[in-house]
C-alpha cells in the first residue's frame, strides 16, 4: 500500500472508532480531504482511494487545481471552500466550488447569490461560527449565527447546509468536546427553529487531525482532515 493508502485507512479506522465509542453510526459522519498545499497528483491519489469531498483554503491554489483534476477527467470530485473570503475574491467562490463553509457574513453571502452561475447547482454552504470568541477570528458569533441563517436562506442561489467552526487547540478531549459542543448548539438552534429555505440543513462540519474524536463526540457530521492523510504540510510562505 502506498503512503497515502495507509494513512487514508488510519483515518477511516479513527472515525469508525470514534463513532462506536459514542453510539453513533460511521455512516452519519462524512470525511473532507483538506488538500491545501498538497498537489493535484496527491488528490488523485486519494480520488483513486473512493475518496470524492476536497477541501481547499487558498482560493487561487484551489481553482488551479480543481482545473487541473477535472482535465485529468475528475469531473465529480466535490470542492469545498475552507478558508477565508474577502469581498473581492467571492467571483473565485461562486464559479469554481461546490461549497463553502466559512460563510460569515451577509455581505459575502450576496456577493456570492448574485454571482453563482446559472447553470450550476447553487452552492452549498455553512455558517461558520466563533466559538471562543477570539476577536480577531473569522465566524458570527453564536448568538448572531440564527438571524445570518434568515437572510442565507432567502438567498437564490445558495443552499444552506449547515454550521462549521474551527476552534483553537486544545490540550484534552474533554476541552475539545466542550468547544465542538458550542457549535452543536447553533447547529441544533437553527435545526429547531425551521428556517424557511432551509430544509436540507444537515452539516455539522467539526474536527480535524488533531481533535476529529471529540468533534464526533459532539455530534460532527464531516471532518475536516488534512495532515492525518497527505502527511505534515509544507510551511507556507
Ligand atoms: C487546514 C485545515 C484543516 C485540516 O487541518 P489538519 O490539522 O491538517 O487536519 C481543517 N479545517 C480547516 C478550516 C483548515 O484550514
Given at each position: ?178 468547544l465542538h459542543l458550542r457549535a452543536r448548539k447553533v447547529f441544533d438552534e437553527i435545526r429547531a ?45
Amino acid at each position: 500500500m502506498t503512503t497515502i493508502a495507509c494513512k487514508f485507512q488510519e483515518v477511516r479506522t479513527r472515525i469508525d472508532a470514534a463513532c462506536r465509542a459514542v453510539g453513533r453510526d460511521p455512516c452519519e459522519v462524512g470525511l473532507l480531504a483538506v488538500s491545501k498545499t498538497f498537489p493535484a497528483d496527491c488528490v488523485a491519489q486519494v480520488a483513486r482511494l473512493g475518496q470524492q469531498a476536497f477541501g481547499e483554503n487558498y482560493l487561487q491554489e484551489g481553482v488551479d487545481k480543481i482545473a487541473q483534476l477535472r482535465a485529468a477527467g475528475w469531473t465529480s470530485l466535490v470542492w469545498h471552500c475552507i478558508g477565508p473570503v474577502q469581498a473581492n475574491k467571492t467571483r473565485l467562490v461562486a464559479e469554481h466550488f461546490d461549497w463553502l463553509q466559512t460563510l460569515d457574513r451577509e455581505k459575502i453571502a450576496r456577493r456570492l447569490a448574485d454571482q453563482r452561475p446559472a447553470q450550476l447547482a447553487p452552492l452549498q454552504v455553512c455558517i461558520q461560527v466563533n466559538v471562543d470568541g477570539g476577536a480577531n477570528k473569522a465566524g458570527v458569533a453564536p448568538d448572531e449565527a440564527l438571524a445570518l441563517a434568515r437572510v442565507v436562506a432567502q438567498l437564490p442561489r445558495l443552499c444552506l447546509r449547515g454550521v462549521m467552526s474551527i476552534p483553537e487547540p486544545a490540550p484534552d478531549f474533554d476541552t475539545q468536546r466542550a468547544l465542538h459542543l458550542r457549535a452543536r448548539k447553533v447547529f441544533d438552534e437553527i435545526r429547531a427553529a425551521a428556517v424557511p429555505g432551509c430544509e436540507r440543513f444537515d452539516t455539522l462540519s467539526l474536527g480535524m487531525t488533531g481533535d476529529l474524536e471529540a468533534a464526533i463526540a459532539a455530534g460532527s457530521t464531516l471532518v475536516r482532515v488534512g495532515s492525518g492523510l497527505f502527511g505534515t504540510r509544507p510551511q507556507r510562505a
